[in-house]
Every structure is written in structure tokens, then in C-alpha cells.
Nanobody
Framework: QVQLVESGGGLVQAGGSLRLSCAASGSIFSLSHMAWYRQTPGKQRELVATISRSGNPNYVDSVKGRFTISRDNAKNTVYLQMNSLKPEDTAVYYC?????????WGQGTQVTVSS
């Protein structure tokens, strides 16, 4: 069973930075497509960034140039470096993995950006 554990969330002022981490177990991490989503109360979960098995990243337009997704296959970990944070980035951030037909979600980590 795949398990994902996020960390690194917290409270930061606008313009600040945070780095989220997601440690995976129970899967062949190097074969997994990884992603970060976020969700605010009353809204659907939104895709933020993805990274392919080969390390190719993609981002939603609202975070391009500010967020960077990366992976360390030796540590079975995916990261989301978030710079120039804005109040509208406030959300619970979730890690997601897909390996073949196996998918998994982390428990989420809260990111709060104050103005």
C-alpha cells in the first residue's frame, strides 16, 4: 500500500517562501508520476504542479515562475518550493502519486499566507 506523508506547511507572510516535502513508501517511486494539489474550503481540489517519472515539470498558470516541483528518487521524496507567496496561495496542499493503476493521496499540509 502506497503511503505519502507531507511536511513543511505553515504560516508565512506574503512574499515569503516555504518548501513542502512528500515522502513516499510502498511504491516504486522512480516509476511514479507525482503531483501537488491544493484545496480551500468550499472549492474543488486544484492541480498545482506535476512531475513526470523522467523529471519533467508542469505548472498551473497561477504559480508559474513562483513554484518549483522537484523529486529525489534516492530519497523517495517530491518537493514543492514555493516563493513569492500570495494570500491566494492559502490552502491545504496534498501530494499525489500514480504508479500504473495505483494512486494515493497524502493527508495534506496547511499553508497559510498572511497579507
Amino acid at each position: 500500500q502506497v503511503q505519502l506523508v507531507e511536511s513543511g506547511g505553515g504560516l508565512v507572510q506574503a512574499g515569503g517562501s516555504l518548501r513542502l516535502s512528500c515522502a513516499a513508501s510502498g511504491s516504486i517511486f522512480s516509476l511514479s508520476h507525482m503531483a501537488w494539489y491544493r484545496q480551500t474550503p468550499g472549492k474543488q481540489r486544484e492541480l498545482v504542479a506535476t512531475i513526470s517519472r523522467s523529471g519533467n515539470p508542469n505548472y498551473v498558470d497561477s504559480v508559474k515562475g513562483r513554484f518549483t516541483i522537484s523529486r529525489d528518487n534516492a530519497k523517495n521524496t517530491v518537493y514543492l518550493q514555493m516563493n513569492s507567496l500570495k494570500p491566494e496561495d492559502t490552502a491545504v496542499y496534498y501530494c499525489y502519486s500514480q504508479e500504473g493503476l495505483k494512486t494515493a493521496w497524502g493527508q495534506g499540509t496547511q499553508v497559510t499566507v498572511s497579507s
